[in-house]
């Protein structure tokens, strides 16, 4: 696992080294210096000479295409859990504080999804890389994936009733009868069933709950003061970002 955290203008920005492939652009927007996340600065910087595009996010298993066409920029919200794009010059973004950020490139595409636990119930990443490597016609050879910063499989306590929708292998019944959910895994499986090679998925080891330094967290902080914002955009070939 191999990752940086970088100062990228007014930003504090992780990125990996999974998705460094000519003409994409990648980054988790994280605190800087431990400070809050300040959303609307955030889309400032991104959006700055670029078309930007935002979720409105409701857990869905909706993914949406922003190609010629799609028009939906910032300050407007796109209603949809995913987006990809192999469309220059446009920066898709989505939002999480403890669910999972699946950021996912090819040459000349990205795709990013939003998973908690509907959205992982649902196989949202796992049909969104389906409808990408179809639309944009990708190897599935060629594509990378990692499973951003989200909340840990030791912190992630559910009920019963949101356990009994996942595997025995992402779920662990705790002696008071409470179930610890890793959403990491069960997104992990989604992307290698959609066709990802086991060895282009990377995932972080991050805990967002646990890292109160680097991340907000809806478990730990209940009424959320920010969110962290994982971005992508694709350009030309030669343009190394
Ligand atoms: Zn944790």
């Keep these: ?7 990228r203008g007014c930003l504090a920005v992780i990125e990996y080294d999974q998705l460094r492939l000519p003409g994409v652009r990648h980054g988790c927007v994280v605190k800087r210096a431990g400070r809050d ?11 700055r000479g ?7 996010q409701t857990h869905s298993d909706q993914v ?4 010629d066409g799609f028009a939906t920029h910032y300050p407007a919200r796109v209603g949809a859990d995913g987006l990809m794009t192999g469309r220059p010059g446009t ?19 990205a ?14 990443a796992g049909k969104a890389v389906r409808e990408f490597a179809r639309r944009y016609a990708v190897d599935p050879a060629e594509v990378r994936a990692v499973i951003g910063p989200c909340i840990g499989p030791e912190c992630y306590e559910v009920g019963t ?36 090679r086991p060895e282009n ?41």
């Design 201 to 241: 998925i990377v995932v972080s080891d991050h805990c967002t709950r646990c890292r109160n330094d680097l991340f907000h967290s809806y478990r730990r902080e209940g009424r959320l003061r920010g969110t962290m914002i994982a971005f992508m955009e694709v350009g030309d070939e030669h343009h190394r970002y």
């Design 37 to 47: 996340i300040d959303e609307h600065e955030v889309y400032s910087a991104l959006g």
């Design 91 to 109: 920066v898709i973004t989505i939002h999480t504080a403890d669910c999972v950020p699946v950021l996912v490139a090819a040459p000349g595409a």
């Design 1 to 7: 696992m191999s990752w940086r955290l970088a100062e």
């Design 161 to 196: 009733d949101v356990a009994k929708l996942f595997s025995g292998r992402v779920k662990h019944e705790r002696p008071d009868g409470k179930w610890l959910l890793d959403l990491r895994t069960a997104n992990r499986d989604q992307l290698a069933a959609a066709g990802i």
């Design 64 to 67: 949406a295409v922003v190609d």
């Design 111 to 124: 795709l990013l999804v939003h998973a908690g636990w509907r959205g992982s119930a649902q196989g949202i």
């Design 50 to 56: 670029k078309r930007l595009v935002v979720t409105e």
